[in-house]
C-alpha cells in the first residue's frame, strides 16, 4: 500500500470515529440535532480526501475486487 492509499485510509478512520463519537453524544442526549448536524459538517469537511487520496482509494479498491474475484 503506497502512501496516498495509506493516508486515504487513516483519514476515513478517523472521520468514522469523530462521527462515532458525535452519534454517542447525541445518542447520550449531551448536544443538540442541530449542533450534532453541524459537527458532522465539520468532520466530514475537515476529513475529506483530497483528488490524489480518492484516486489511490478506488485504485485500491478497484484492485481489491478483482482478487477476490479469481
Partial sequence: MDKLTASAFEKMQKREHSL?????RVGLGRITREVFRTECLKVIERY???DDE???YDLYNQVQKQRKRR
Avoid: E, G, P, W
Avoid at 462515532?20 to 454517542?24: A, E, F, P
Fill in 54 to 56: 480518492q484516486r489511490a
Fill in 20 to 24: 462515532r463519537v458525535l452519534r454517542d
Fill in 48 to 50: 475529506q480526501l483530497s
